[in-house]
């Protein structure tokens, strides 16, 4: 049928589908074991979610499953493109994925610590950052006591490695 059939009402907005964090083109997709056993139990929730829609409205219950649907797709991508890295595999005395680390900033002697994980396991609160950001892509490679340059803005900060250590808590 034509669309200039349609009454306009009839026609049904999309569904907003979130992205996902975004993994720079061509960038491995790496995730630590506790974010794919994450990715995987996040898959499991939306697919319970799904069997557990309302049956009472079928239009609803339509927007809604596509919405989980496009989540799943989008899920299922970042799963099948997961490369786990071990954390205890990594060289022990320099920063690279999965690290937790301690740095001193430059000026204001401030001390931050984090780890480094992949861009679906990233939580500021949690004090995780993601491998592509830019402080953590300024001091992977360095050992304890070596100083990077970080660009903040117009400011230059030095970063001082001050402890490494690939111990989960998780």
């Known amino acids: 049928m034509s669309r200039?059939?349609?009454?306009?009402?009839?026609?049904?907005?999309?569904?907003?589908?979130?992205?996902?964090?975004?993994?720079?083109?061509?960038?491995?997709?790496?995730v630590t074991?506790?974010?794919?056993?994450?990715?995987e139990e996040e898959r499991a929730r939306l697919e319970a979610e799904k069997q557990d829609l309302p049956g009472d409205?079928?239009?609803?219950?339509?927007r809604a499953a596509t919405v989980i649907d496009g989540k799943l797709n989008l899920l299922n991508q970042r799963i099948a493109s997961a490369r786990v890295l071990?954390?205890?595999d990594q060289p022990q005395?320099?920063?690279?994925?999965?690290?937790?680390?301690?740095?001193?900033?430059?000026?204001?002697?401030?001390?931050?610590?984090?780890?480094?994980?992949g861009v679906d396991e990233a939580n500021v609160r949690e004090k995780k950052i993601s491998f592509?950001?830019?402080?953590?892509r300024a001091i992977t490679g360095l050992r304890v006591g070596e100083t990077a340059d970080f660009r903040l803005g117009?400011?230059?900060?030095?970063?001082?490695?001050?402890d490494i250590s690939y111990t989960t808590t998780e």
């Open 57 to 62: 409205n079928e239009d609803e219950r339509r």
């Open 4 to 30: 200039g059939f349609v009454k306009e009402s009839d026609q049904e907005e999309l569904p907003i589908i979130p992205p996902r964090s975004p993994l720079p083109p061509g960038e491995t997709n790496y």
């Open 132 to 136: 592509t950001a830019p402080i953590a």
């Open 33 to 39: 074991p506790a974010g794919l056993r994450a990715l």
């Open 93 to 117: 005395d320099e920063v690279r994925f999965g690290a937790r680390v301690k740095v001193r900033q430059q000026p204001g002697n401030r001390v931050q610590e984090f780890r480094i994980v």
């Open 154 to 162: 117009n400011e230059l900060r030095k970063l001082t490695v001050l």
């Open 86 to 88: 071990e954390p205890a």
